[in-house]
């Protein structure tokens, strides 16, 4: 068995970034049936496609890039409209720019590069590009990191006073043609210095190097990146969020999705508890803040190369501060006091390792790693489908409705029928470790809470 890559060190930098950005990558020019996208390729291992964001280009991962390399095929690409990548014609419905359209663009560059299946990570825009690409075209993508955003339609649906002075530039961007386009040429470095770096782009010390920052104003200077720029966001105002809208309670993303963001940024500010809006979107989603500004890849390279190494390699990180989606556990006095769920006084945490589909139509395939601290339970829960498990650690005393209570130690295997009542609880001293493989109806909840 492969060894899983080890996490990259953290913390505060102490030395600028290379002066040499992307050393080892190969530049090259991906044809498409739209056009031509640029991207750079490194590394070897598993690919991963990495998406930059508004106004900038596949260069903003150039401090994390070669840190992925180390365990990854590495493909940094251009979107469509931004740098070197072809510039799709306007349309009237602005579905030219759609994001279901670069994610098409960038699925079938991908394939030109030999990879039917592969993780992307994308930034601010192409993060959009990205959870689109895993909604549109599932059996492309293994995994999904999507960095400072929340989904379109939730932007657009939750929309108030904060927002708007807050994400200004949604609004100013997505106003028809030509005014937003001749505003920003008639003031670029108005544009650049009082709004693009003000959301922090250049602040952190030794990481933006000069040729850089010169390269990322440069931008504003092309009309068609501009314009580009301009379609994206009205894309983003109307069919971006009539998609979104069509997927929201009816598709949910599939393969495992880790969420980053700003810890001192917009997002926390605006919804609060970041993965909660993440959840109806997704089967599994992990994540947490960084202390960085939106440019957080830029700012925090070796922590978001750390985080994504941990998503690939499905495997928990170092960091303390990730958080994944918990199940609420009772307390030992609950076993015998039944009380509100309110009370809870514990959680378990529990880790999607994978999800699949099953050869048997309608069931899909979910292993799950879950850990019970010492003098904690489950609660009385149920599946949609067998549960195959197996402690490997710990000692846990399982409750079954209808049958008698077994004592599991490591080791043992263990069976739970579909749609059957049970509670886990971990008699100590240590913490319980139980390996679970669920065999569930497709768009079921893995667990619900109910009573025997």
């Known amino acids: 068995m492969t060894e899983p890559p080890t996490p ?79 510039r799709p014609p306007p349309s009237e419905d602005h579905a030219s720019h759609s994001k279901r359209a670069l994610a098409s663009d960038l699925a079938d560059a991908m394939a030109q590069l030999g990879h039917n299946r592969f993780a992307v990570a994308g930034h601010d825009r192409g993060g959009r590009v990205a959870y689109r690409m895993a909604f549109d075209r599932p059996e492309l993508v293994g995994a999904l990191a999507v960095l400072d955003v929340v989904p379109t ?47 922090g782009l250049g602040g952190a010390p030794g990481r933006y190097p000069a040729g850089l920052m010169a390269d990322y104003r440069r931008v504003l200077d092309d009309p068609s990146t501009v314009e580009a720029i301009c379609e994206d966001y009205r894309a983003g105002a109307g069919i971006d969020r009539d998609h979104d809208d069509a997927d929201r309670g009816e598709r949910r993303i599939e393969c495992p999705l880790l969420v980053l963001w700003s810890a001192r940024g917009a997002l926390p500010r605006l919804y609060g508890d970041v993965l909660e809006i993440w959840r109806p979107w997704a089967r599994n989603v992990t994540g947490r803040g960084i202390e960085a500004s939106h440019f957080l890849v830029e700012d925090r390279p070796e ?6 190494t941990c998503l690939l390699a499905y495997r928990a990180p170092a960091s303390p501060l990730r958080t994944t989606h918990q199940e609420p556990a009772m307390s030992t006095d609950a076993m015998t006091d039944p009380q509100p769920r309110d009370d809870l006084a514990g959680k378990l945490k529990r880790t999607e390792l994978q999800h699949a589909a099953s050869s048997i139509p309608g069931r899909d395939i979910v292993q799950v790693l879950t850990e019970i601290p010492a003098g904690v339970q ?51 001293p240590d913490t319980g470790h139980m390996l679970s493989t669920y065999i569930v109806e497709v768009g079921e909840p893995i667990a619900t809470f109910t009573t025997p």
């Open 8 to 86: 990259i060190a953290t913390g505060t930098p102490t030395s600028s970034v290379s002066a040499e950005p992307f050393a080892g990558f190969r530049l090259k020019d991906v044809a498409t049936s739209r056009g031509p996208i640029r991207v750079r390729v490194g590394g070897s291992g598993p690919p991963l496609l990495l998406l930059h964001g508004y106004p900038q280009t596949h260069m903003m991962w150039h401090s994390v890039a070669p840190l992925l390399a180390e365990c990854f095929t590495v493909i940094a690409a251009d979107l469509p409209g931004y740098g070197d990548s072809f």
């Open 153 to 199: 339609g939730e932007v657009w649906a939750r929309a108030d006073a904060v927002l708007t002075l807050t994400y200004w530039h949604w609004a100013f961007l997505a106003q028809p043609a030509p005014l937003p386009e001749r505003m920003i040429a008639g003031a670029p470095d108005a544009f650049f210095d009082l709004h693009v770096r003000a959301l």
């Open 303 to 308: 922590d978001v190369a750390n985080e994504l």
């Open 378 to 428: 489950s609660g009385w829960h149920q599946h949609p489908g067998e549960e195959v498990g197996y402690i490997i650690a710990g000692t846990v005393r399982m409750e079954i409705e209808g049958k008698p209570t077994l004592t599991l130690n490591a080791g043992d295997p263990f069976l739970i029928p579909p749609r059957t009542p049970h509670n886990a609880l971990d008699v100590g």
